[in-house]
């Protein structure tokens, strides 16, 4: 074998290492820098998110009026299969002591 394909292929085993050891990072950013820019990106969302509430969109509290709708739906399925459970047990009059 000639010698530069032993180095050709030293060079991509140790690519491939230093890819796992880093977690597959391409960034080639230390990890201060990182640090940094993961900070500037929370600090970003925090942000927005702080002026979606002051706009009045609420933040995770505020209700989705697809999901209420779905709920609704499912609670009056729910009574409707009790009802059908009960039959006209629940229409006949209760005893009286």
């Given at each position: ?13 140790n690519?491939?290492k ?80």
């Amino acid at each position: 074998m000639a010698r530069g394909n032993m180095r050709d292929k030293a060079r991509e085993a140790n690519l491939k290492k230093q890819a796992s050891v880093n977690g597959g990072r391409q960034d080639n950013l230390t990890p201060a820098q990182r640090a940094e820019k993961d900070k500037a990106a929370m600090l970003a969302k925090k942000a927005a998110k702080d002026a979606q509430k002051a706009a009045g969109g609420g933040g995770s509290n505020a209700v989705d009026p697809e999901k209420e709708a779905l709920k609704q739906k499912a609670l009056e399925k729910k009574r409707i299969e009790a009802d059908k459970k009960m039959g006209d047990k629940k229409y006949l009059p209760q005893k009286v002591k």
